[in-house]
């Protein structure tokens, strides 16, 4: 067996099970069982596989970092089929992990939720659309949701994120299965103890969709620089694209919505429609205001010293999801990916050693039995 201080050899009996009738035939070696043994390695060589595979950013650059850190020969294929074996328990201890109670009533409760495109291998991607000029995709998009916590604001009234707050829930999965795995998150962290509630997203439907069915009591925000970046377009498809007076509205809508009257946008813009502009274009700018009228009250949103943007979740779609799986040349399949974002969840939300603590071996329990 491979350990964390070398190769140890071990002698074990084999038990082996005829099958009768329909049952199969097994084997199994109980001692392996005991000693906690992961395909041969140790559940400490596991853990330090799993983590250095899902952490550092390939497979092979972490077995040199194993070889370098703690002396250890490991293949980076041997480091894959690991975090492959374990990604599904690990992300399964994450999700029925016990709830956590705060120390003291939380201010103010945060969930926020985005999505980022993963490259995929050509099976992945079979039949899926995309924005690929031929119509097919290189991606598939996983969904990164965030919770974390706000109890102060600093001398200006800005709030302050809690330190160490924020935990993450990653799933490939459709946003109709995704939200109830932020739901619980938010629940399991103390959702419904908190004094306020808001959800930060942006502009995407599915989002939306989920606020409505999971989080219908929190106050909704759209990003404020996500709300901004339609008032470019909108103004150069009105006023030419780079005109003084397309760069001079849109300065002037983003003061309207700073000051919760997204209401006065909507209304110079269909007053400035004219035959010359895209009218389909426009109407899909306004519809998105229209749209997200009522998450758009940054004025009283600032009033009650809530963040305005979602960058947070943004940050961890580049730090969770891009740093290890979006990097040149990556190409995953569905599991491998989400395996090795299970893990890293894991770690980022300071729950991968509980998973391991929990491994343990039989042995302790077989002496206490002797």
Known sequence: ????????????????????????????????????????????????????????????AASADLKAYAGLEVEGRQIQRMVNLKGTEIQAHARQSAPVEPVKPVEIFYAAIDGTGVPMVAEELEDR??????????????????????????????????????TYVSSFAPAKDFGPIIRAEALRRGMALAMGVVLLGDGAHWIWEIARTGFSFAVQSVDFYHACEPLTSLADTLFGKGTERAKDY????????????????????????????????????????????????????????FFLGSGVVEAGCKTVVGRRVKESGMFWSLGGAENVLAIRCAVMNRDFDGFWAQQGTLLPKLRKAA
């Open 1 to 60: 067996m491979e350990t964390v201080l070398g190769t140890v050899p071990l002698h074990r009996a084999y038990f082996y099970q005829t099958g009768s009738g329909e049952e199969e035939s097994h084997g199994r070696f109980p001692l392996d069982e005991a000693l906690g043994l992961i395909n041969g390695y140790s559940p400490t060589m596991a853990k330090l596989m799993c983590r250095a595979g899902a952490m550092a950013s390939g497979y092979e």
């Open 129 to 166: 659309p995309g924005k690929q000029e031929n119509g097919a995709s290189k991606t598939r998009e996983v969904k990164l949701g965030c919770v974390f916590t706000q109890q102060t604001s600093d001398d200006e009234g800005r709030p302050l994120r809690e330190p160490d707050s924020t």
């Open 250 to 305: 849109r300065y002037r809508w983003q003061g309207y919505l700073e000051v919760d009257q997204v209401s006065a946008v909507i209304a110079e813009a269909k007053e400035w429609l004219n035959p010359s502009a895209d009218p389909k274009e426009v109407l899909k700018e306004i519809g998105y205001f229209e749209h997200n009228k009522s998450r758009m009250l940054y004025g009283r949103f600032r009033e009650q010293g």
